[in-house]
């Protein structure tokens, strides 16, 4: 994102309008606007306004952030960052690296399980679509079927375990974004089922 001496550079200069020009119109000095241009001053919010009506724009111009295009992934279409017998992640978003929210997919069979031991600021929302997914924040435990949500802080260590009889399938947003090793399972313990009924813990290490 453009700060707002850069985008008002820009504009000035898409209207074709020099530093004296502009401070003509709204009665600020060009030496000050180069300042403001360059970062080192910061107009009252009356300059700010008079600047805007100057430009043609309203003052939200100056602080919006850059519009990215919408992304669509089709069904069963979004990247795996693992997939195996037991548990798959999917990324729901095709270019995460420049959003606030990373959305992904997770399918696990039953006796699968994930915990975050350590813990981080951040938040993380999940809506199970299918199955039963029991979800441990703290100290409190959850158990969520199909049609329920859970959104927690991940201040506090925090699992989830798939404790029912089927396979789960849930959709989880997080923000801020975590990297996609993290999200495949690095980091974290993760528990699964094997054929015959026997499991194992495996430590994943970043």
Same mark, same amino acid.
């Given at each position: 994102?453009?700060?707002?001496?850069?985008?008002?550079?820009?504009?000035?200069? +898409?209207?074709?309008?020099?530093?004296?020009?502009?401070?003509?119109?709204?009665?600020?000095?060009?030496?000050?606007?180069?300042?403001?241009?360059?970062?080192?001053?910061?107009?009252?919010?009356?300059?700010?306004?008079?600047? /805007?009506?100057?430009?043609?724009?309203?003052?939200?111009?100056?602080?919006?952030?850059?519009?990215?295009?919408?992304?669509?992934?089709?069904?069963?279409?979004?990247?795996?960052?693992?997939?195996?017998?037991?548990?798959?992640?999917?990324?729901?978003?095709?270019?995460?690296?420049?959003?606030?929210?990373?959305?992904?997919?997770?399918?696990?069979?039953?006796?699968?399980?994930?915990?975050?031991?350590?813990?981080?600021?951040? +938040?993380?929302?999940?809506?199970?679509?299918?199955?039963?997914?029991?979800? !441990?924040?703290?100290?409190? !435990?959850?158990?969520?079927? /199909?049609?329920?949500?859970?959104?927690?802080? !991940?201040?506090?260590?925090?699992?989830?375990?798939?404790?029912?009889?089927?396979?789960?399938?849930?959709?989880?947003?997080?923000?801020?974004?975590?990297?996609?090793?993290?999200?495949?399972?690095?980091?974290?313990?993760?528990?699964?089922?094997?054929?015959?009924?026997?499991? /194992?813990?495996?430590?994943?290490?970043?």
């Amino acid at each position: 994102m453009q700060n707002f001496g850069e985008r008002l550079r820009a504009l000035r200069n +898409e209207r074709g309008l020099t530093l004296a020009q502009l401070g003509h119109k709204v009665d600020l000095s060009a030496s000050y606007l180069s300042q403001i241009e360059r970062g080192v001053a910061m107009p009252s919010l009356s300059k700010l306004a008079a600047i /805007a009506r100057a430009l043609d724009v309203e003052v939200r111009y100056f602080f919006e952030d850059d519009a990215s295009s919408p992304c669509v992934v089709r069904a069963n279409q979004g990247r795996k960052l693992k997939d195996t017998m037991d548990t798959v992640v999917e990324l729901l978003s095709a270019n995460p690296s420049d959003k606030k929210i990373q959305p992904y997919r997770i399918v696990c069979q039953p006796g699968t399980s994930r915990e975050w031991s350590s813990t981080y600021p951040g +938040e993380k929302c999940g809506f199970v679509l299918k199955g039963q997914l029991t979800v !441990t924040v703290g100290e409190e !435990t959850f158990v969520l079927k /199909a049609g329920d949500s859970i959104h927690y802080q !991940t201040l506090q260590p925090h699992s989830w375990r798939n404790e029912g009889d089927e396979e789960c399938i849930v959709v989880w947003a997080v923000s801020p974004p975590i990297s996609e090793a993290e999200l495949g399972g690095e980091g974290c313990e993760e528990t699964s089922s094997f054929p015959g009924g026997g499991k /194992a813990a495996v430590q994943k290490t970043s």
